[in-house]
């Protein structure tokens, strides 16, 4: 089976760990991943300063890590990004920010990817939740 993944809600928050939980479990099933989008302040998972507590998980990190070792399709949408001061080094440029906060293995693009991993998935999960 083909999951598309949202998240909506930020690393701290109980349902990015789920979110989390959820993908490593169809990847351990043996099932495939189409994409993971990161939309509202589920871009906050994706950003480099987010600084967990050392008394908590790093879920950012493991989010960072995971689509990393899997080779995932990692989207953060571009609109909540930009919104939410999430900066790759192109946008940053773009709008003259001195802060980059995003980089690989994420991609900032739009909707449009949520759409495209919907009607390529069986599947659309989301977590967290406007």
Sequence with gaps: MKF???LYSAAHAPSSRRALLFAQAVLAGGHD???LFFYQ????S????IVAPQDEQDIARQWREFV???QLDGVVCIAAAL???V??????TRYQRSAVNLDAPWALSGLGQLHDAIQDADRLICFGGP
């Excluded at 994706?46 to 300063?49: E, G, I, K, L, Y």
């Design 4 to 6: 598309a993944i949202a």
């Design 33 to 35: 991943i189409v994409r």
């Design 41 to 44: 302040d589920g871009v906050y």
């Design 46 to 49: 994706a950003s480099n300063n």
């Design 68 to 70: 990393s070792q899997h």
């Design 83 to 85: 919104r939410r001061g």
């Design 87 to 92: 900066l790759d080094r192109e946008e940053a």
